[in-house]
């Protein structure tokens, strides 16, 4: 019971008893390994080190994360987690900034500190984000696209009942829903074997690595954006 209430609490409620772990997203495989972790009876003396578990996760869930977490803080444990999540940053008790930029312009501690302290740091790139000196615009107009799609007709692999989707080209498409609703699948499954089939140019960007073993068998290449990779991205 306490490991089925951990999954739950890490936003994984959704998730089926003996469901194959090659249909997890690399979020939820990462979050059920955390969940494994956490559901340990803890000493209150245990150090954590998170690698952004909040990927992949729905706001509503990512809550749920974060008050496991704080829990955790809160018998007497301590958690170092590497986030760029809003909400993640502002629940920290402390933050420290590396930067101030990506790369060879990058490396240094720019300031540490709880968030207020971060969002006053004026060289603090994540400090202007927080505090609104710097935001992403919301475009005043929308692109109308080219005017063809992309139809799927009765997709209904894993969770999704026999649905039709049609995604314009042409356009920034966003699919999103809460964590386990299917988005992943919509994308993964159904789109890119579609995509896959047809003579476009096709590039997938893939950080968790979802798409690799899919693209190959259809013949596709996979370019990994990792130094250690033999024909990765410089």
């Known amino acids: 019971r306490r490991k089925l209430q951990t999954i739950a609490d890490v936003g994984l409620g959704y998730i089926k008893i ?19 972790e956490l559901s340990k009876r803890s000493t209150g003396k245990t150090i954590y080190i998170l690698d952004e578990p909040s990927i992949g996760l729905h706001q ?34 402390y933050i420290v900034d590396v930067g101030p930029g990506a790369g060879i312009h990058g490396g240094e501690i720019v300031c540490c500190g709880n968030v207020d302290e ?65 988005k992943s699948f919509t994308a993964k499954e159904e789109l890119v074997q579609l995509l896959l089939s047809t003579n476009a140019d096709i590039m997938i960007i893939d950080p968790e690595r979802e798409y690799s073993a899919l693209v190959e068998a259809m013949g596709g290449q996979v370019i990994e954006l990792s130094a250690k990779s033999k024909n990765h991205i410089n």
């Open 60 to 93: 509503r869930d990512n809550e749920r994360l974060i008050n496991t977490l704080k829990h955790l803080r809160d018998i007497g444990n301590t958690l170092i987690v590497v986030e760029h999540d809003e909400d993640t940053m502002l629940e920290a008790d």
């Open 118 to 182: 971060i969002k006053n740091c004026e060289i603090s790139i994540t400090g202007q984000y927080l505090s609104g000196k710097k935001k992403i615009l919301v475009p005043e107009v929308r692109r109308k696209g080219n005017g063809n799609s992309i139809k799927i007709f009765g997709a209904s692999e894993n969770n999704l009942k026999n649905i039709d989707v049609e995604i314009p080209l042409g356009e920034l498409v966003c699919i999103t829903g809460v964590s386990g609703s299917g």
């Open 18 to 36: 003996a469901q194959p772990s090659t249909t997890l997203s690399g979020g939820e495989a990462q979050r059920v390994k955390l969940a494994t």
